[in-house]
Every structure is written in C-alpha cells, then in structure tokens.
C-alpha cells in the first residue's frame, strides 16, 4: 500500500488488536501522522461504523500533553482508518514502552517508574472526566504495546494511545484480533494457523494482552459492568510490571520483597489498584499515588486483593479456548460480525427599518479551571515536563458587537440537484426569522474574548484557537495582532471557540438552513450570492491570503463575505445525506442529532470558484484549526 486517500504511505510502524498502523505524510501539508487502519471485519458491519463514527466525535476532542491526539477518521480506498499524531523520532522509529523496558534492562530506577506512572494516571484521570451518552470515557485496554516513550530535553514525556476503541468493540473481539493480527503479521501460512503447538511469540503477546484485563473483563459470571475501575486494575498491573517485570500471578511478592531498596510504598498502591471488588478500588490515581506512596511501610494482609489461585483454573480453561480458537477460525470471524457492538425576490432588511428585533443575551461562559500539576509534589528535581499552564491575569472586557441585519421568516429552496451528493435533492423549507452578523468577526473583536478567558482553551479544556494557525500571537503575556490585520477575519478557530464566542456576546451559531438561505441574498435560484455568475470583484477567491472584512459588494441581504474570505462554521452536525431527511422534516431544520463532523459554509480565500456556490457543502471534526476557518454569529428575532 503506497498512498491512502490524501496520505502518502511512507512505513509500516506496527500491529495491534486496533488494526495495522503505518507512518504517512498529507499530500499538500506535508506534516507527518501515524494512520492505524481498522480490520475489514469490522468496518464491514455497519452497526460497529454507526456506533464508531457517533463515538469518535468524543475522541476526537482529548487534549492531554500524556494522550496521542487523534485528529478524524477517514474513509478511502474500501477502508477506514485513524489519523493520529506519529509518536515517531527523528529516524521515524517509535517507542513503545515494552520496546523502552528492554532497552533500560531488567530494573528501573524508582524516580523513573515514578514518572511514567504519573503521567499515565494524569491521563488516565482526564479522560475519565469525559463522558459518553451513556457512560465515563474509559481506556479498557492499557498494555505496554499502546503506552509510547519519548526522551525529550527535559526528560521522559509518555503518551498514551487507543482512548475508547475497546468500547466500540468489545473484550472478547479485541483477544480475538490480537491473535488474529499478530498471526497475520508472521505470515503464518492457513496449515500453520490450524496447528499445535503456537508460535511462543503470539502465545506471549496474547498473554500480555490479557494479564492487563480486570476481573469484570475477563470473567462474565462476575457479573460487573465495566467501567472507568478496569482502568484502575490495569495501572495497578502496569505499576507491578515496571518494578518486577513480570505480572502479579499467583501468590506474587510485592515490590517491597522485589525491590527493598524502593523507598515509597509502592504495596499499597498496588494492591488498592487490584482489589477484586471493583468499589474499593481507588476513584483517582493521581490523588492514589499522592496518598498511597507516601504511607509508611505498614502490613496490607488485611486488604483483599484478587486470589490467583481462586481464579487459576478459568484462566487456564479461557486461554486454552482463546488459543483453540485459531483451529475454528471461520466460526469466530461469523461471530465477530453478528456480536459488533429560496423561491421569490427578497428586499434588504435593516435592523433599523423593521419592528422585529434581535434577541441579544449574553451568557456566562465558564473560563477553564486547570487541574494541579501532577509534578507538584516533588520536593525534588524531576527530569520530566508536566502538563502546567501559565497563570494568566483574568480581565472583565466588554464585546466589540457586529452590526446585524434580519432575514424574513419564510419558505425558501435550499440544496442543489446539480451539485455534491451530499447537496441532493433541492428541496423546500420553512424558517423563522433571524438575525446575522454583516461579516465574520475580526481579529480585534475575537482579542477581546481571549482576554476575557485568559488563555486559548475553553472549561472543557477544548481549544478556542490556536495561535500559531491565527493572526493573533501572544507576547510577553500580552496578545498582539499582525501589523494589517485587525480588521481581518479572525483563522484557527475551532467549532468550540466560535460557539464559545456567540454565547459570550449573547448570540448564536447560525443554523446551516439559515446560512444558506442568507447567502442566496434573495435572488430566486442564485448559484452564488452575486447571482448566476462570480468574479474576483465580488468575493475573495482563489487568492493568496484574507482581506479585509466588508472589502468586496455585499449580497442582496446586506451581508459581506458570505462567500469567499473564510470558511465559516454552522452550530449543525454534518451528514452527507441529511437533506433526504430534511426534505421530510422542512420546518427549522437544525441538522442530524449526532454525528462526527460540523458543517463549514462558503468557501475560503485560497478555495475554487466551485467551492462559492450557495449550496457548497462543507465539514470537519469541531476541534479542527487551520488559516481558512472562521465565522459570523447569528440570534433569533423578538
């Protein structure tokens, strides 16, 4: 496989129970990332995709220094795959921790194991602040093999990967495509595959595999639901490992008989970690690792920790089947995939020269509270870079507001039968009225709310903008806009950071509907908002960078920009064929429930004339910045 939809295939990193992982390159931005590529036995089910494409939304927003960021997925060629930051060094090799234990030698020093937990329990602990619909974001499938090491100037930095994907398929089917791929990936032959004994190696990694899972994964008479606690058992498994380099089987001695010269109570930690009873075991890990490693030495005989030799036979029986499985192969492939989880002339209206008005509310937007330090606690020099954002002064600023004009309430044509599939079919639909902005809002209006919020992150710790994608650029604690730019469309916005911004000046996001209905600027059956035709008089297209906001003629509503300039985001969900359901639902349509991706309307300053049609479509994942995404506000009418 030399390419994958936009991605230049340069190596293949490696193989898991996710699927096949490859180093790649974007076609135009050159900038490398790490591409796994899910196995064709599940992306063929189009439950497991439904639930997987509604799931990766949530995924797609951790932002952690200790979590390998995960940008979309994709679909090309036949396949779907992730698209994640390349934890790689500068010979494109990566390293995972199991590959970094070897390297280190048979035991580490205890400020060493010390940092790497600590960073693994910081994201472990962030992570399971997020929830899903219907449960706490947790690992469920932390081994040495998805933890990756890198030896910075300041230190050890750990990322963790592959947040969530055990949810979407389940323990039992990511056992059975760990063996699965690892098989694949010694080309072991079908006569091979059918045969006893196994190769040693996939017996070992599938071993690993299943020494991180908790009781309540393994066992299903236990009867308990996995939760953020499976996490919990499996820190306390990888604390075990990195001391003793080996997991806790049996009757196992703890660190203190392993490794005397240990100072911190490394016991404790571990065997509150792996409490059968998942209610005893610890809620945090950083607070754990606070509390429990700096208790004296004292006897834990009383705490209940998981009995071996209580369990030893369903061991031996669950890995005797899962090693037998290979020999039944068609069997089990049919059970992974039955189980997978505007029609008439409109005059401009001014706000000035009608009765109705916008409603302006301003809200409370909560600023970001940022957890402690993990590092805090160290009385002593550490060589390793924890997450710690700077204090920034909080400052009470008032909005620079855009001036508005009001769109009638009506029924309108939107969609195009000559266009993008997602654009079909054209179709009629009703609308309130509404207000929105005349043109996108500026960097000098969007420098004020960054000083409101003190930083470039929102309460949920999502990003509003990234700096380096903007105008905007901080100095010396202040915030600086380029020489030429104030009144330019404010780049590097994120879905949040636009939402966040319209609540704060008491507006809204417009809806697509509304979007495309103000971009027709009345005329009956416009391609674009001049009409049937554009040219570079009219919209800043196809050029070389922004302009200047309200540079260009504005459309028949009196709006500016509404094509051309910058892409802008709309408050829906992206589906591509959302308009066969609008089409049965025309009154307000305010897109589909859930979804991946959020819509972007109207093309940008380096886009085709293609891309200026009214109806062009648009998308991508909320937390996605770049040099052409902006937005206007638009409010309900009184």
Known sequence: MNSLGDYVILKKLGIGSFGEVYLAEHRFIKNKVAIKV?????????????????????????????????????????????????????????????????????????????????????????????????????????????????????????????????????EGKVLFQTQKMLLKEMSLNDELVKSKPHNVETSYKFLENYNFLAPEQRFKDLNEKVTIKADIYSFGILAYYLIAREFPEGYFDLPSKIAPEYKLNWDLLICKCLQKDISK????????????????????????????????????????????????????????KEDLPPN?????????????????????????????????????????????????????????????????????????????????????????????????????????FLEFMGGEKNSDNNDIIRLRNSRIKRSAGKLIIESGYAKHPVVGITWYGAQAYAKWVGKRLPTEAEWEIAATGGLKDAQYPSGSTLDHTQANFFNSDTTSVMSYPPNGYGLYDVVGNVYEWCEDWYAYNYYDLSLQEPENPKGPQQGVYRVLRGGCWKSLKEDMRCSHRHRNNPGTVNGTYGFRCATDVS
Do not use: C
Request: proline fraction near 5%; hydrophobic fraction near 35%.
């Open 344 to 448: 008439k002339s409109v005059k401009f209206t001014s706000v000035e020269e009608t009765d109705q008005k916008p409603i302006i509310k301003p809200q409370k937007v909560d600023r970001p509270i940022y957890e402690p330090d993990p590092g805090a606690i160290f009385q002593k020099e550490l060589n390793v870079s924890y997450y710690h954002p700077k204090k920034v002064e909080i400052k009470d600023v008032e909005p620079i507001l855009t001036e508005m004009v009001i769109v009638p309430g009506d029924s309108y044509f939107r969609g195009s039968d000559n266009g993008s599939r997602d654009e079909k079919p054209r179709h009629k639909i009703s609308i309130n009225s509404f207000a929105l902005d005349i043109h996108p809002i500026t960097n000098d209006q969007f420098v004020r």
């Open 38 to 170: 899910l196995p064709q036995e599940l992306t063929s089910n189009d439950e497991f995709i439904k639930n997987f494409e509604k799931d990766v939304g949530v995924l797609t927003t951790l932002d952690h220094p200790a979590i390998v960021k995960l940008h979309n997925i994709s679909h090309a060629d036949g396949k779907y795959f992730l698209v994640m930051d390349a934890m790689v060094d500068s010979n494109n090799e990566m390293l995972s921790l199991e590959r970094y234990l070897k390297y280190k030698g048979d035991v580490l020093p205890e400020i060493e194991v010390e940092i790497i937990l600590r960073q693994v329990a910081s994201s472990l602990d962030y992570a399971h602040k997020v929830g899903f619909d219907d449960d706490l974001l947790a690992h469920r499938s932390l081994k040495l093999s998805n933890i990756f090491v890198k030896n910075t100037e300041t230190g050890i930095r750990v990322f963790v990967s592959d947040f969530g994907l055990t949810r979407l398929i389940g």
């Open 281 to 336: 075991r610890p809620e945090k890990l950083i607070e754990a690792l606070n509390s429990f490693l700096s208790t004296e030495q004292s006897d834990i005989s009383s705490l209940e920790i998981l009995s071996w030799e209580e369990v030893e036979k369903k061991v031996e029986n669950a890995m005797q089947m899962s090693f037998e499985f290979s020999s039944d192969f068609n069997k089990l492939e049919k059970e992974l």
